[in-house]
């Protein structure tokens, strides 16, 4: 018996000492905040009547490439195309990219003019990544909708920034940067790599989203690559 004991009290023991070295899965609440502050200021440029169509598209821009770095966005949803890309390439694209991606953006949070979003939870997926859950009222539903914010600190810990965005649809996440991946992936995969021909996509994309909002039809996001 005492034999047993003194093993029950060294497993104890090394299983203190590997708790305490084993660092706390506590969520970054310093991202909790930055998601609050500024998801909300998006919203609110969404719902500034006193600002012309043209003026919130261009405040909404703003915010949201302080909110989200766009070229890290960019460049992921090439998939394995991001890492081989020159730098004149990527140039190109960028420019079209980014309009697209604010677009889409401004389609999604649409639905949110006029509400105010809360934070209710969050996790850390690694040392400087964190998902921050939080819930918003859809306007057009009345009911709450979940909106994952895939947050990442910079090395220093001095800054944040979005890398997706995920809606809920009802039991299914839709991460917009993630879908824009599996969209681009392919397409690019059934042209040899040409950049042309995707920015001619985008633009294809982009044509087909204001014409749909010009006719009342909403914008379709979710297009066959």
């Known amino acids: ?3 047993f004991r003194k093993i ?3 497993s104890l023991a090394a299983a203190a000492v590997l708790a305490a070295a084993t660092p706390a899965a506590f969520a970054d609440k310093t991202s909790e905040a930055y998601v609050q502050a500024n998801a909300n200021s998006v919203l609110k440029v969404l719902n500034d009547q006193s600002l012309s169509q043209t003026a919130r598209e261009a405040k ?3 915010y949201m490439n302080k909110f989200a770095h766009m070229p890290t966005i960019a460049r992921r949803v090439l998939g394995v195309n991001g890492r081989s890309i020159s730098d004149p390439d990527f140039d190109r694209y960028y420019k079209t990219f980014q309009v697209y ?3 889409v953006y401004e389609v999604h949070f649409d639905q949110f003019r006029g509400e105010e979003l809360r934070v209710v939870g969050s996790k850390d997926d690694d040392d400087r990544r964190s998902t921050v859950e939080t819930v918003i009222k859809s306007s057009q539903t009345g009911k709450d909708t979940k909106v ?4 990442l600190r910079s090395q220093d810990g001095a800054s944040y920034r979005v890398r997706d965005v995920g809606v809920d649809l009802g039991g299914s996440v839709l991460w917009l940067a993630q879908e824009q991946q599996a969209q681009f992936e392919s397409f690019l995969n059934r042209n040899n ?3 042309d021909k995707l920015i001619g ?10 014409q ?3 006719d009342g039809r909403g914008s379709a996001i979710k297009q066959n690559g």
């Open 60 to 62: 909404f821009s703003e």
């Open 201 to 210: 996509r985008i633009n294809v994309l982009l044509a087909d989203m204001e």
């Open 1 to 3: 018996m005492k034999m």
């Open 148 to 151: 994952y914010w895939d947050v």
């Open 212 to 214: 749909r909002k010009k």
């Open 193 to 195: 790599g040409n950049i």
């Open 101 to 103: 991606a604010m677009e």
């Open 8 to 10: 029950g009290l060294r």
